[in-house]
Protein backbone atom coordinates (compact mmCIF):
# COMPACT_ATOMS: atom_id res chain seq x y z
CA UNK A 1 0.00 0.00 0.00
CA UNK A 2 1.53 3.50 -0.60
CA UNK A 3 4.60 4.27 -2.93
CA UNK A 4 6.48 1.86 -4.56
CA UNK A 5 9.79 3.35 -4.54
CA UNK A 6 13.84 1.12 -3.71
CA UNK A 7 13.46 2.97 -0.40
CA UNK A 8 10.81 1.08 1.01
CA UNK A 9 12.89 -2.39 0.62
CA UNK A 10 11.04 -3.37 -2.07
CA UNK A 11 13.88 -5.60 -3.10
CA UNK A 12 13.82 -7.53 0.13
CA UNK A 13 9.90 -7.48 -0.43
CA UNK A 14 10.77 -9.05 -4.09
CA UNK A 15 13.26 -11.99 -2.40
CA UNK A 16 10.69 -12.90 -0.43
CA UNK A 17 8.39 -13.39 -2.77
CA UNK A 18 10.28 -14.97 -4.67
CA UNK A 19 11.30 -18.01 -1.69
CA UNK A 20 7.84 -18.28 -0.70
CA UNK A 21 6.78 -18.51 -4.55
CA UNK A 22 8.85 -21.46 -4.91
CA UNK A 23 7.56 -23.31 -1.47
CA UNK A 24 4.03 -22.72 -1.88
CA UNK A 25 2.14 -22.29 -5.25
CA UNK A 26 -1.27 -21.60 -4.12
CA UNK A 27 0.65 -17.65 -2.13
CA UNK A 28 -1.18 -14.28 -4.04
CA UNK A 29 0.83 -11.24 -3.57
CA UNK A 30 -1.32 -7.98 -3.87
CA UNK A 31 0.30 -4.88 -3.84
CA UNK A 32 -1.78 -1.42 -4.16
CA UNK A 33 0.51 1.51 -4.83
CA UNK A 34 2.42 3.24 -7.46
CA UNK A 35 5.78 4.48 -8.28
CA UNK A 36 8.34 4.54 -10.39
CA UNK A 37 10.04 1.49 -9.53
CA UNK A 38 6.52 -0.61 -10.74
CA UNK A 39 7.34 -2.03 -14.19
CA UNK A 40 11.21 -3.50 -12.73
CA UNK A 41 8.68 -5.24 -9.68
CA UNK A 42 6.38 -6.06 -11.70
CA UNK A 43 9.12 -8.08 -13.28
CA UNK A 44 10.74 -9.76 -10.59
CA UNK A 45 7.62 -10.42 -8.83
CA UNK A 46 5.62 -11.94 -11.80
CA UNK A 47 2.48 -13.49 -10.86
CA UNK A 48 1.88 -10.77 -7.77
CA UNK A 49 -1.24 -9.08 -8.44
CA UNK A 50 -0.27 -4.67 -9.10
CA UNK A 51 -3.68 -2.94 -8.40
CA UNK A 52 -2.19 0.61 -8.45
CA UNK A 53 -2.74 3.45 -6.32
CA UNK A 54 -6.32 2.75 -4.48
CA UNK A 55 -8.49 4.68 -1.02
CA UNK A 56 -11.87 5.11 0.28
CA UNK A 57 -13.96 1.54 -0.16
CA UNK A 58 -11.63 0.05 -2.75
CA UNK A 59 -8.50 -0.11 -0.05
CA UNK A 60 -10.78 -1.05 2.27
CA UNK A 61 -12.01 -3.98 0.32
CA UNK A 62 -8.18 -5.14 -0.44
CA UNK A 63 -7.45 -4.86 3.28
CA UNK A 64 -10.37 -7.31 4.25
CA UNK A 65 -9.77 -9.65 1.68
CA UNK A 66 -6.13 -9.63 2.71
CA UNK A 67 -4.78 -12.54 5.29
CA UNK A 68 -1.17 -10.86 5.76
CA UNK A 69 0.17 -7.78 5.52
CA UNK A 70 4.04 -7.69 5.35
CA UNK A 71 6.06 -4.31 5.81
CA UNK A 72 9.63 -4.60 4.22
CA UNK A 73 10.82 -1.12 4.94
CA UNK A 74 13.54 -0.22 7.44
CA UNK A 75 13.74 2.96 6.63
CA UNK A 76 10.19 4.36 7.57
CA UNK A 77 9.62 5.36 11.36
CA UNK A 78 5.82 4.72 11.76
CA UNK A 79 3.88 3.43 9.14
CA UNK A 80 0.31 4.26 8.96
CA UNK A 81 -0.31 1.45 6.87
CA UNK A 82 0.65 -1.34 9.76
CA UNK A 83 -2.19 0.74 11.70
CA UNK A 84 -4.80 0.36 8.73
CA UNK A 85 -3.84 -3.28 8.46
CA UNK A 86 -4.13 -4.51 12.29
CA UNK A 87 -7.55 -2.10 12.06
CA UNK A 88 -8.78 -5.01 9.55
CA UNK A 89 -7.59 -7.78 11.65
CA UNK A 90 -4.76 -8.89 9.49
CA UNK A 91 -1.53 -10.64 10.57
CA UNK A 92 1.08 -7.90 10.35
CA UNK A 93 4.70 -8.62 9.28
CA UNK A 94 7.61 -6.59 9.46
CA UNK A 95 11.22 -6.76 8.51
CA UNK A 96 12.37 -4.37 11.02
CA UNK A 97 11.00 -3.41 14.91
CA UNK A 98 12.65 -0.06 14.78
CA UNK A 99 11.38 0.47 18.60
CA UNK A 100 14.08 -2.53 19.84
CA UNK A 101 16.48 -2.65 16.13
CA UNK A 102 15.86 -5.84 15.44
CA UNK A 103 15.69 -6.98 11.88
CA UNK A 104 14.04 -10.22 11.01
CA UNK A 105 15.13 -12.32 8.28
CA UNK A 106 13.73 -12.89 4.76
CA UNK A 107 14.14 -16.59 6.17
CA UNK A 108 11.80 -16.42 8.70
CA UNK A 109 9.56 -14.13 6.86
CA UNK A 110 9.12 -17.06 4.73
CA UNK A 111 8.80 -19.02 7.21
CA UNK A 112 5.79 -17.41 9.03
CA UNK A 113 4.05 -17.13 5.85
CA UNK A 114 4.78 -20.53 4.30
CA UNK A 115 2.95 -21.27 8.32
CA UNK A 116 -0.34 -19.59 7.22
Do not use: Q
Not at 103 to 113: A, E, F, H, Q
Request: with cysteine; hydrophobic share 45%; aromatic share 10%.
Amino acid sequence: MGRLVWEKDLRDLAEAYRIIISKKEDVVFVLAGDGHVRDKLKSMMSKALFLGYKSGNELSTIYASSDIFIFPSTTETFGNVTLEAMANWILNIGFLFPACGIRISISRICSLVSIV
